[in-house]
């Protein structure tokens, strides 16, 4: 029944890397735009990137230049790399299919903490 998980998470200093990955249910990722969220304590939710189903993508300006979103439809497997970090980008990340956040249940999300 779960539809929906993020992995890849953790600790990591400012400047490092790290590479999320979110593991979709076939009803969820195929042929739709898949997107990665972020939320931070006492914060809204956040889009930070978008991958249409052919490929297309785009970001918030605040990551763009440093994540790169993909998407592996064989896998129905979504990533997003997440370079030179900031600790501002500190927040529970979260994906999700980008027009249907209200229609199916969101994942668990997974924790990014960069430290200074």
């Known amino acids: 029944q779960v539809q929906l998980v993020e992995s890849g998470g953790g600790l990591v200093q400012a400047g490092g890397s790290l590479r999320l990955s979110c593991a979709a249910s076939?009803?969820?990722?195929?042929?739709?735009?898949m997107a990665w969220y972020r939320q931070a304590p006492g914060k809204q939710r956040e889009l930070v990137a978008a991958i249409t189903s052919g490929g297309d993508t785009n970001y918030v300006d605040s990551v763009k230049g440093r994540f790169t979103i993909s998407r592996d439809n064989a896998k129905n497997t979504l990533y997003l790399q997440m370079n030179s970090l900031k600790p501002e980008d500190t927040a529970v990340y979260y994906c999700?299919?980008?027009?249907?956040?209200?229609?199916?249940?969101w994942g668990r999300g997974t924790q990014v903490t960069v430290s200074s």
């Open positions: 999700h299919a980008r027009y249907l956040t209200n229609s199916r249940q």
């Open positions: 076939v009803s969820i990722f195929s042929g739709n735009a």
